[in-house]
């Protein structure tokens, strides 16, 4: 008897456990208007309504059969007893399987992170954005007068830091130092999109080794994989005479004993490995450092300012150490200009440049490594640039409205801190979308649409925790920018990686984000304060 009310107790039991609609904190994602899981959930009700009676009326027999039969208590009587509770925990067990499988494609428990972005994905719907006469204003008041500005910058920071670099040249000892070539332009200054303030100039100097030495780049090899591989990361070998052919005489012909290279004489290579691998190489290799070269370049850069600040009438600092030539130069007025002179390597014969600081671009470098050199793509992206300008309408808006969010994002970064977003991101969204839509979409007339594109866009990546560096494994970039073969069959590399891996950054991001699409009125009408009130409504919705 005691038997009978256990087994009919734990058939109570499991049936209760079971009950989909007893439990409302496993479906709190349940939505009234879904009608169809609604059903499935009563066939699923009723389909155990039926198997608790059938196991309910099986149990009532079996009692009966035991009391008909009181002297069956020896091994008989254990037989059935053991293979009804086998068959009772195997039902049950298909049945929590059944609903759990329910319960994962219909009804699961939202984690803290999808709730938030069930928030954020219905957010953008009900920002509203200024309007055509109010972003028109902003351009015309507050834009075209910092690309004055910038021009000006331009052109001043250019003929500095030729001279400069002439400089740094002359207190280089020819023989043991750097070779540096001319600066190159590159970045926002030069691709004619900054507006934040302080307007900042980034050039690129290239440097090699001296003769007969040479470097050899080494990137990541896309068609092996393995915990040592970097996408979108270098290194730099610096190869000796005696490992690698320089193309002179004695590398072809064999020397007579009493015949010597000039060139490449023994004495030479002991001078060369104790001055500059040791100093510019990390330990015990022969691959350049990111900090060595670094500390090489900042001394190099204070030596030639002393050699000709005489000529000048300001200061010229380092703004900050991190940066091997973030520069600050102080006027007697009391204004500053501030510009990065970035000493790279120029891989193979390309215009893709090995670089290990981003001293304004918001990246990082994200390499525990200092022996890996990021990969920068400024001088190709500079040329798309100029290449879409050939085929876009007259006074286009595409850089206007890099410009609004960029313009938008520094506000906001100053009043909530920084984020995992950055100027680089938003200006690869940028180039994403001009290869996305035709051409024709991008004349003045359509900023406001497009500056809802590009927000868009930015959001969905956000979402999906992925956007793609755009000259690296884009088979759509032109033929006429000219870009490697190696970097267009690559494999693509995200740039929103760092969100996968930092919870608590993405959420940080996703925050500044919507709160600085929430302040976007405010912060343009604070900018067009010579439009009238009436034409500065906000009247349009996202």
């Given amino acids: 008897m005691q038997a009978g009310i256990f087994r009919v107790c734990l058939v109570v039991v499991a049936a209760i456990v079971n009950h989909p609609l007893l439990f409302p904190r496993e479906n709190t994602t349940l939505q009234e208007s879904d009608k169809e899981i609604i059903q499935k959930m009563k066939e699923h009700e009723e389909n155990l309504k039926k198997e608790q009676q059938r196991l309910e009326q099986e149990i009532t027999r079996k009692l009966a059969d035991h009391n008909m039969n009181p002297e069956g208590k020896g091994k008989e009587a254990n037989l059935p007893w053991d293979l009804w509770s086998a068959i009772s925990m195997i039902i049950f067990l298909l049945i929590e399987i059944w609903r759990q499988d329910v319960q994962e494609e219909h009804l699961q428990q939202p984690s803290v992170e999808e709730d938030d972005m069930t928030l954020w994905g219905n957010m953008f719907q009900g920002v509203f954005l200024p309007n055509k006469t109010a972003l028109a204003a902003f351009c015309e008041r507050f834009i075209r007068s910092a690309t004055n500005d910038a021009a000006r910058t331009r052109e001043f920071v250019e003929g500095f830091a030729d001279d400069l670099l002439e400089a740094l040249r002359s207190v280089c000892n020819r023989d043991t130092d750097m070779e540096v070539e001319d600066s190159i332009g590159v970045g926002s200054m030069y691709e004619n999109w900054r507006v934040n303030k302080p307007l900042v100039c980034d050039l690129f100097v290239p440097f090699a080794p001296p003769e007969p030495y040479r470097f050899r780049s080494e990137i990541w090899d896309p068609e092996k994989s393995g915990p040592q591989d970097r996408p979108g990361y270098g290194k730099i070998k610096v190869c000796r005479p005696d490992e690698e052919a320089t193309g002179c005489i004695c590398d072809k012909t064999k020397l007579g004993e009493d015949m010597l290279c000039l060139l490449h ?157 950055s100027n680089y991101h938003l200006k690869t969204v940028l180039l994403h979308l001009l290869l996305a839509r035709p051409v024709l979409d991008w004349s003045s007339e359509s900023l406001e649409a497009r500056l809802k594109d590009l927000l868009k866009l930015l959001e969905k990546s956000l979402h999906e925790k992925k956007l793609y560096h755009f000259m690296i494994g884009n088979k759509r970039i032109p033929a006429t920018v000219c870009l490697p073969e190696t970097f267009l069959r690559a494999e693509p590399l995200n740039l929103f990686q760092q969100f996968v891996l930092h919870r608590g950054l993405y959420k940080k991001t996703m925050d500044s984000f919507y709160e600085m699409l929430k302040n976007t009125s405010v912060l343009i009408n604070e900018y067009t304060v010579h439009v009238p009130p009436e034409h500065t409504d906000i009247t349009n919705k996202a």
């Fill in 265 to 421: 004489s023994k004495s030479n290579e002991i001078k060369l490995n104790s001055e500059m691998e040791v100093l510019l190489c990390s330990k015990n290799t022969q691959y350049l450092d990111t900090d060595q070269v670094m500390k090489w370049f900042q001394i190099a850069i204070t030596k030639a300012w002393n050699k000709i600040s005489h000529k000048y009438e300001f200061d010229v600092t380092f703004s900050h150490l991190d940066s091997p030539g973030a520069l600050k130069i102080r006027f007697r007025s009391g204004k500053f200009i501030t510009l990065n002179i970035t000493p790279v390597v120029q891989y193979e014969d390309s215009d893709v440049y090995f670089i290990s600081h981003f001293p304004s671009s918001g990246l990082l470098n994200g390499s525990s490594s200092t022996v890996c050199w990021f990969l920068s793509f400024a001088v190709y992206e500079r040329r798309f640039l100029k290449e879409m300008a050939k085929h876009l309408p007259e006074n286009s808006c595409h850089l206007s409205c890099l410009q609004l969010l960029t313009f938008l994002h520094g506000k906001q970064s100053t009043l909530t801190g920084q984020s995992g977003l």
